[in-house]
């Protein structure tokens, strides 16, 4: 089975520095999708940033990039320019490519992010 | 387009009282997903429904939570008796497909928030 492992409770960064979330994870399987979720207060689940395994090149959405380490099973979020409304609780999340998994998301635990005025 | 619909949204119920939780997938989602959402931790899947058939439902206490989703679209999430360790977020969630594919993403509700007392 996939374990997703967030090892920071809590972080903060002041607005418009810059912040990166960490995450780690075990499977056997070699291709694979990874995903960052946003979770407000209002639990509204939001995509913010998905990679697939196999592609060496790191994912990059506006102000939110990744950097995907496969060997070393790591998948950590960095977000520039960090702005109020970042604020949230964020999610690693691994999904298996084989169907026979159901598309489930396997979830860490969760990092809760305080953006400074 | 029309998101994910759920309700109520909140619920506050006695221990060994029974307690029903709604979901509207978007339309023409054939996969259906329910989450269980420990405060301070990551979402769970509890149930996994393709049209009205059950993918998984390896995680889903069978001895008290029940699930269907008639007709493959509405989907309703039961737990009779409830225990006080049922407080929760229950998310749902709806997918296109099964299919493989990083674009195939899933679209989450806002929840429902269960208080156990």
């Known amino acids: 089975a996939q374990t997703v492992t967030q090892s920071q409770p809590e972080m903060s960064v002041q607005e418009a520095e810059t912040v990166t979330l960490s995450c780690t994870y075990d499977t056997s399987e070699s291709d694979y999708y990874l995903f960052w979720y946003k979770q407000p207060p209002s639990r509204q689940m939001i995509l913010v940033i998905r990679q697939e395994a196999y592609k060496q090149q790191n994912a990059t959405e506006n102000r939110f990039s990744v950097n995907f380490q496969k060997a070393a099973k790591s998948f950590s979020l960095k977000i520039s320019d960090s702005q109020l409304g970042d604020a949230a609780m964020y999610f690693c999340a691994y999904r298996s490519v084989r169907e026979t998994s159901g598309s489930r998301l396997t979830f860490g635990e969760g990092t809760q992010l305080t953006v400074n005025p | 387009e029309a998101g994910v619909a759920q309700s109520p949204r909140y619920k506050i119920i006695e221990k060994r009282q029974s307690v029903a939780f709604w979901c509207n997938p978007i339309s023409g989602h054939a996969t259906l997903y329910w989450y269980q959402q420990i405060l301070g931790q990551g979402p769970k899947l509890l149930i996994q429904?393709?049209?009205?058939?059950?993918?998984?439902d390896s995680q889903l206490p069978k001895d008290r939570f029940s699930a269907e989703r008639l007709k493959g679209v509405d989907s309703t999430l039961k737990i009779q008796p409830a225990k006080l360790e049922d407080s929760a977020v229950y998310l749902c969630?709806?997918?296109?497909?099964?299919?493989?594919?990083?674009?195939?993403?899933?679209?989450f509700g806002p929840g429902t928030r269960l208080t156990v007392l």
């Open positions: 969630a709806s997918r296109e497909s099964l299919a493989g594919g990083l674009r195939n993403e899933q679209f």
């Open positions: 429904f393709q049209n009205n058939g059950v993918v998984d």
